[in-house]
């Protein structure tokens, strides 16, 4: 991020934070971006203040992709940052029972031109499911898209304080003696070996048998604004998860390999790209976030 002069930023596009192997048109990049828009259009709000925005990039690999000014001026306001706060990826502990249809209205609530929930049991259910774990095993036997995973795996305790980004022990939901294990343990090396290969798989193949469905999100187009727009959806309906008890785990590997955005969007009919895959599941607690977040001193430069 660069400021401008006081309240008007501009929001990039760092390379340093790329996947080559598994997004290398950054499209993925985009919607992170766009996520990460919506965030800061809340918390500004919380304390008085409209955004002004302008889309700068014309491409996904333009350095300057949003210019946003702060304004002082009345307007709705985002009035409780706990649900922005405790926000987190939950991947484990979902139960099977189905998101009820009056939580898939609230969770998507003036969303829903662009979101399609696919039942567990139901064929699309069960397509995307099969799809996502074929996905998920042509992942992991690929070594370039391992290699980039292991390149953002933190480990230990010193390499997640150092860094702050990227995968954690507890950001993957390994806790109480195998996150112990792991953290004092395990380097990148690791990740490539067929035994932490069959292990991830094992885990998601039990992930794929337990959770209450998928939630699409799709795109008109896959445009920088399209994208963007993409991102920020996904951060108003996560905010809206907490309350309902529903834990969110993005399934990206179905989009990364084959049959990718495009594809998948024709393979489940829904005539426009799939941007995002949710998968979906109460849960019995909503746990404090586990990912190490990263001083504004070293993102923000003049």
């Known amino acids: 991020m660069r400021l401008l002069g006081p309240y008007h930023w501009v929001i990039g596009n760092d390379p340093r934070g790329w996947l080559p192997v598994v997004d290398p048109t950054q499209r993925e990049t985009m919607l992170s971006l766009g996520a990460f828009a919506q965030c800061l259009e809340?918390?500004?709000?919380?304390?008085?203040?409209?955004?002004?925005w302008r889309v700068r990039a014309t491409t996904?690999?333009?350095?300057?992709?949003?210019?946003?000014?702060?304004?002082?001026?009345?307007g709705p306001a985002y009035p409780d940052l706990t649900g922005l706060l405790g926000r987190r990826t939950l991947r484990t502990d979902f139960s099977p029972v189905p998101i009820q249809p009056a939580d898939v209205q609230q969770l998507t609530g003036g969303e829903a031109a662009h979101c399609r929930f696919l039942a567990p049991a139901s064929g699309p259910g069960r397509d995307l499911t099969a799809a996502t774990l074929a996905a998920n095993q042509h992942?992991?036997?690929?070594?370039?898209?391992?290699?980039?995973?292991?390149?953002?795996?933190?480990?230990?305790?010193?390499?997640?304080l150092r860094h702050r980004d990227g995968l954690t022990a507890a950001g993957?939901?390994?806790?109480?003696?195998?996150g112990w294990l792991v953290?004092?343990?395990?380097?990148?090396?690791?990740?490539?070996?067929?035994?932490?290969?069959?292990?991830?798989?094992?885990?998601?193949?039990?992930?794929?048998?337990?959770?209450?469905?998928?939630?699409?999100l799709t795109s008109p187009g896959e445009s920088v604004p399209a994208l963007?727009?993409?991102?920020?959806?996904?951060?108003?309906?996560?905010?809206?998860?907490k309350a309902l008890n529903i834990g969110i785990h993005p399934m990206t590997q179905v989009l990364?390999?084959?049959?990718?955005?495009?594809?998948?969007?024709?393979?489940?009919?829904?005539?426009?790209?799939?941007?995002?895959?949710?998968?979906l599941g109460y849960v019995e607690s909503y746990d404090a976030p586990v990912s190490p977040r990263r001083p504004v001193e070293w993102f923000v430069r003049t």
């Open 60 to 74: 996904r690999q333009a350095a300057d992709v949003l210019e946003v000014r702060l304004e002082r001026r009345p």
């Open 183 to 216: 953290r004092h343990f395990y380097d990148s090396a690791r990740v490539l070996t067929p035994d932490f290969r069959a292990r991830g798989l094992a885990k998601i193949t039990g992930q794929l048998a337990t959770h209450g469905g998928w939630l699409v």
């Open 172 to 178: 993957m939901g390994i806790e109480g003696p195998a």
């Open 228 to 241: 963007l727009a993409a991102g920020r959806r996904l951060a108003r309906i996560w905010l809206r998860a």
């Open 256 to 279: 990364e390999e084959a049959p990718g955005p495009a594809g998948l969007g024709q393979y489940l009919g829904l005539g426009a790209p799939v941007q995002f895959v949710l998968r």
């Open 139 to 160: 992942q992991t036997a690929r070594d370039p898209a391992q290699c980039e995973l292991a390149h953002w795996v933190r480990w230990d305790a010193a390499a997640v």
């Open 42 to 52: 809340y918390a500004a709000a919380h304390f008085g203040y409209q955004c002004r």
